[in-house]
């Protein structure tokens, strides 16, 4: 199972290759192509990432055919609205060499979200974009935005891994048949994860990695994750969790591993919101 089927009928990878902090050109180029090697094919960039040219660039240079990949790419806060999300879509397409996307996200919960929200509704209907959804949404955020749409979001990417689990959220997009889209989903390489006691006795078991079993992990509950690394060998291994199968008494044994306790910015916290809000793109 490399798949999931979101809500709206549209296949979704189960795993993708997350390009964020991967400014300059010719290494997010070069590490992209190590991920589309090695059999990634979905690939998560945002405009606020600025380096969705890049990005362009180096799906063209794989050769891999477009309908066999799946491209995601977000929306930044200062282009939340109505007008200004379709012009901010249109500018992402360029940079990004394509003719439609296969996802767009609101990246934040701050700004104009109705507005947004209409905006990308025309798009999926247009066939611009293959299908919407959310980023760094609360339960609240996500009820507020179910209201008012009437496509409803595939997913909501939030920061998730098994040190931070997102229990209550995760059961709320379950309950809503919206996916959760794990970012961070190493812990952003966090020790007290990726070196947890808990775990290596499971990978000793399957011949794994830490890292794999904790792929393997958001695979099983059924959430999709954006695995980053800068070195090809990692690049690899991460995407190689297909030919082993976590028991339900290992999935609880991590499921027992959550703090609940973020690793980054918590979207509710309003100095979080604020040092978001000020950043403004000059792109
Ligand atoms: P590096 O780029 O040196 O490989 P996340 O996916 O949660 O955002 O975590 C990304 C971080 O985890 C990066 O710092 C990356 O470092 C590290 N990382 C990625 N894959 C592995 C792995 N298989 N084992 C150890 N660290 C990893």
């Known amino acids: 199972m490399n798949y999931f089927i979101l809500n709206n009928g549209m296949k979704i990878p189960v795993l993708g290759f997350g390009v964020w902090n991967l400014k300059d050109t010719e290494q997010c180029k070069s590490i992209l192509n190590s991920a589309i090697q090695a059999g990634y094919r979905l690939i998560d960039t945002a405009s606020a990432y600025l380096n969705e040219t890049a990005v362009g660039e180096a799906i063209k ?13 977000k929306l930044w806060v200062q282009d939340t609205g109505y007008e200004k999300t379709k012009e901010a879509f249109e500018r992402t397409l360029q940079r990004l060499g394509l003719d439609y996307l296969d996802m767009y996200l609101i990246h934040w919960p701050y700004g104009d979200i109705a507005g947004s929200w209409k905006a990308m509704e025309e798009l999926y209907h247009e066939g611009k974009i293959k299908a919407i959804g959310v980023s760094n949404f609360s339960i609240g955020e996500m009820q507020n935005l179910l209201e008012i749409a009437s496509v409803k979001p595939v997913v909501n990417q939030v920061e998730c891994h098994p040190l931070f689990q ?8 379950k309950e ?3 996916y959760l889209d794990a970012w961070f989903p190493l812990g952003s390489g966090n020790k007290d994860l990726l070196e947890h006691p808990q775990l290596k006795p499971i990978a000793d078991k399957y011949g794994k990695e830490n890292a794999q079993i904790i792929l393997r992990w958001h695979m099983q509950e059924g959430a999709i994750a954006l695995p980053k690394s800068t070195k090809p060998e990692r690049i690899a291994s991460n995407f190689a969790i297909w030919d082993f199968e976590l028991t339900e008494q290992e999935m609880n044994v991590i499921r027992s591993i959550d703090t609940n306790k973020r690793l980054s910015n918590n979207p509710e916290d309003e100095e979080v919101k604020k040092k978001i809000t000020s950043w403004v793109l000059d792109i």
Do not use: C, D, M, W
């Open 61 to 73: 240079e794989s050769g891999v055919k477009r309908y066999e990949l799946f491209v995601t790419s």
């Open 166 to 173: 997102q229990k209550e959220l995760r059961a709320f997009l």
């Open 176 to 178: 809503n048949e919206i």
